[in-house]
């Protein structure tokens, strides 16, 4: 009789829609397949009467949308099957009564954020193949139970920090084809104290993995890492000599001697065949061949290094010996020039004759002083003569006239005053200064005096 039927399977009927109470009076029924169809919602009380249900397979029709307690129904339904479907989100309390379910399939869907709520005893859980971008933490955190989480063909960016966290009952992950998932960081996958099998194979774009980011390594047991764009495999990763398979192949291998230190003896140990991709020299080379390469190449290294360095030193040793050069060339110079025209234009003069030694007439140091200049183009001094003069403490005037120059040079200080026009020599003197004994009879610029 059909009331006491276990199994019922209308799969590939067409079924367009299911009407409520569809099943009531079939208390016994624990096997409901309806997968192959061409349904499109589940309706209140869809599943009503089915108290024993425990297996629904729902798989490969066009559903998008369901009521919100659908499956308060069927209390003892331990496994469910929506895969293939077109659903985009369920509303948080979708599986708030289903505290028996332990298998839920979601693969094939539209799922972007999906919720858990309720699923205490969930034991395994494929969203495998749905447009996920990121793992969040708190859709995952209530999955105590998760023994397996299938997360397969989606559009994750990177694994963040505590990406599974709460999930201690996890042993077997698999993130595979995942084409925008470039870095695993700090601690993705702590909380994993249980975690023994990881698949990250098939991850085009997966260049880093963080040497940290297990918080527990001593449970892996097998790791898979194949057909990524792994250069390097961090050393303090997971602990290698627990492992029981390890797949590597497909990867840029670049063998440096952090690499070296460890991979070679464990794919000795594991038969398990890798090549290097980098350095050059070690193109395509069977990685368990390079156990002892690495002590040769740390010596032609360094022997690089010291050379190296020693180049450099040079060069820059030889840089700053050409700046100091070029930053004191022009003061050196214009120094050389003002010496040469002060020694050809050196001129002593001559006031009275206690002063003919007298510094204070000397006007030749104004020459010689160590002063830069700075070439400036006046229009209006082509041609002329350049003059430097003063007055002495006895109200004499004296300066030197330099010969026009195509060029003039502007001094960084104030120039001295130009003289004023020709003038003879004063016809007092200073009281200190005369004697009676004396006469002038000749006028400037050469006093001469008679008895």
């Known amino acids: 009789m059909l009331y006491k039927k276990e199994l019922l399977d209308l799969s590939a009927n067409q079924l367009i829609r299911l009407e409520p109470l569809s099943f009531s009076g079939l208390n016994s029924l624990q096997q409901l397949v309806l997968s ?14 089915l108290n024993q249900l425990k297996w629904l397979d729902l798989s490969n ?10 499956f308060d129904d069927v209390p003892a339904l331990q496994s469910l099957d929506l895969s293939k479907n077109n659903f985009t989100t369920f509303s948080p309390d979708t599986f708030v009564s289903m505290t028996a379910l332990t298998h839920l399939d979601l693969s094939s869907n539209s799922l972007v954020s999906p919720s858990f709520t309720g699923l205490s005893n969930l034991q395994y859980l494929n ?14 955190r209530t999955l105590n139970s998760l023994i397996e989480l299938d997360l397969s063909y989606n559009r994750m960016m990177e694994l963040s920090t505590s990406s599974f966290d709460g999930l201690y009952s996890l042993q077997i992950l698999q993130i595979t084809h995942q084409p925008y998932l470039h870095s695993i960081k700090l601690n993705a996958f702590s909380g994993l104290a249980n975690l023994r099998i990881l698949n990250l194979s098939s991850c085009d774009v997966l260049e880093k993995i963080d040497e940290n980011a297990f918080e527990y390594d001593d449970k892996i047991e097998v790791l ?12 303090k990763l997971v602990q290698w000599t627990r492992l029981k398979s390890l797949n590597l192949s497909g990867n840029p291998l670049h063998c440096d001697c952090e690499m070296l230190s460890f991979l070679p003896k464990l794919l000795e140990k594991l038969s398990i065949n890798a090549t290097c991709y980098t350095p050059p020299w070690l193109f395509n080379k069977n990685i368990i061949q390079l156990s002892q390469t690495c002590a040769s ?20 040793l ?7 050069y070029q930053h004191f060339r022009p003061c050196n110079r214009f120094s050389a020039a003002k010496y040469r025209n002060q ?19 000397d006007k030749s140091d104004l020459l010689s002083e160590q002063t830069c200049y700075t070439t400036t183009n006046h229009s209006s001094l082509n041609g002329v003569s350049r003059s430097v003069g003063a007055y002495d403490e006895e109200g004499y005037y004296s300066s030197v006239t330099l010969p026009a120059e195509s060029k003039t040079y502007e001094r960084t200080r104030m120039l001295y005053p130009m003289p004023p026009p020709a003038t003879t020599i004063p016809q007092t003197l200073p009281k200190h200064c005369v004697d009676d004994n004396f006469r002038i009879i000749s006028e400037y610029p050469v006093p001469i005096t008679e008895l």
Do not use: W
């Not at 192959?36 to 009467?49: Q, V």
């Not at 898979?224 to 050393?235: A, F, G, T, V, W």
């Open 343 to 361: 020694q050809r234009y050196r001129a002593h003069l001559y006031s009275k004759p206690f002063l003919i030694a007298s510094p204070i007439n």
């Open 318 to 324: 030889l840089l700053i010996g050409i700046c100091i």
């Open 61 to 70: 029709n066009r559903l998008f949308a369901m009521a919100e307690h659908v």
């Open 36 to 49: 192959k169809n061409l349904l499109k919602r589940l309706l209140p009380d869809t599943f009503a009467g």
């Open 127 to 140: 969203i495998s193949n749905n447009l996920l971008h990121q793992v969040i933490p708190t859709n995952y």
């Open 297 to 316: 190449m740390n010596e032609s290294q360094l022997s690089i290094a010291i050379v190296g360095a020693s180049l450099l030193a040079l060069t820059i």
């Open 224 to 235: 898979d890492m194949s057909n990524c764009r792994l250069k390097r495999i961090p050393s």
